[in-house]
């Protein structure tokens, strides 16, 4: 029988389907030495692309159907990799905000992810879509992203593990993308950062500039497994 994990009142069963979603997501060269940082209190390093150099996306999807429930979502998160060891490289997940309670409980209880509580509005605009996440009336990022061109089937489709640090555990859950209708190109988006911690991170990172790459997902099937511990570095 498949691993269940209670989560207010109901069971969420392994391995959790999204059946429907669409997103948008940037990617952007940033400084590896700030990466660094914000990667260092899980026990990881940036992946190293161009000498000083990290991977940052930042994305916003739209849960449609999943096991999870309907919501919103937006992504920061950083390539890395564990140090000293091979094939290791995963996506860290550092700020996963969400605008539903459901999945906000499950994503920490089940995964560990960095789930929270905010407002997220996604919505289209002439050539694009933009979304605007704000805590308590205080906007913290907005990303807009432009549609691109359309690119072949398949484009975009990935399986790749995340990484999350919570409780002082470190967790790598399997991810898969099943993406449809990908539109793509070079830079495409537009970062706007508020007053608000995580937009200083950004900025630290070397945000707002011109993304390295930009997609768009029109039809977006998703599967995630249950999480395994890498490391437990200090007393949860």
């Given at each position: 029988?498949?691993?269940?994990?209670?989560v207010?009142?109901?069971?969420v069963?392994?391995?959790?389907?999204?059946?429907h979603?669409?997103?948008?997501?940037?990617?952007f060269?940033?400084?590896?030495?700030?990466?660094?940082?914000?990667?260092?209190?899980?026990?990881?390093?940036?992946?190293a692309?161009?000498?000083?150099?990290?991977?940052?996306?930042?994305?916003?999807?739209?849960?449609?159907?999943?096991?999870?429930?309907?919501?919103?979502?937006?992504?920061?998160?950083?390539?890395?990799?564990?140090?000293?060891?091979r094939?290791?490289?995963?996506?860290?997940?550092h700020?996963?905000?969400?605008?539903?309670?459901?999945?906000?409980e499950?994503?920490?209880?089940?995964w560990g992810f960095?789930?929270?509580?905010?407002?997220?509005?996604?919505?289209?605009?002439?050539g694009?879509?933009?979304?605007?996440?704000?805590?308590?009336?205080?906007?913290?990022?907005?990303l807009?992203?432009?549609?691109?061109?359309?690119m072949?089937?398949?484009?975009?489709g990935?399986?790749?593990?995340a990484?999350?640090?919570?409780n002082?555990?470190?967790?790598?859950?399997?991810w898969?993308?099943?993406?449809?209708?990908?539109?793509g190109?070079p830079?495409?988006?537009?970062?706007?950062?508020?007053?608000h911690p995580?937009?200083?991170?950004?900025?630290?990172?070397?945000l707002?500039k011109?993304?390295?790459?930009?997609?768009?997902?029109g039809?977006?099937?998703?599967?995630?497994?249950d999480?395994?511990?890498?490391?437990?570095?200090?007393?949860?």
């Open positions: 029988m498949a691993e269940a994990h209670p207010q009142g109901e069971q069963r392994m391995p959790v389907e999204i059946r979603a669409d997103a948008s997501s940037a990617l060269l940033v400084d590896a030495n700030a990466a660094a940082e914000l990667l260092a209190p899980a026990g990881l390093a940036p992946l692309v161009w000498p000083g150099k990290a991977i940052c996306s930042l994305a916003f999807i739209r849960y449609v159907d999943g096991d999870l429930g309907p919501y919103h979502e937006f992504a920061f998160s950083l390539m890395a990799r564990q140090s000293g060891r094939h290791s490289t995963g996506a860290y997940i700020w996963l905000p969400v605008n539903q309670s459901f999945t906000c499950a994503g920490q209880s089940i960095p789930k929270l509580m905010a407002d997220i509005d996604i919505t289209p605009v002439r694009g879509h933009r979304c605007e996440v704000r805590l308590d009336g205080r906007l913290v990022v907005a807009r992203v432009a549609d691109g061109l359309p072949p089937a398949g484009a975009g990935a399986s790749i593990d990484y999350t640090h919570r002082g555990i470190l967790r790598r859950t399997p898969l993308m099943d993406p449809a209708q990908v539109r190109r830079g495409g988006a537009r970062v706007e950062l508020g007053d995580v937009a200083d991170q950004l900025r630290a990172l070397g707002p011109t993304a390295l790459f930009s997609s768009r997902i039809q977006l099937r998703m599967t995630f497994a999480a395994t511990t890498v490391l437990q570095t200090r007393e949860g």
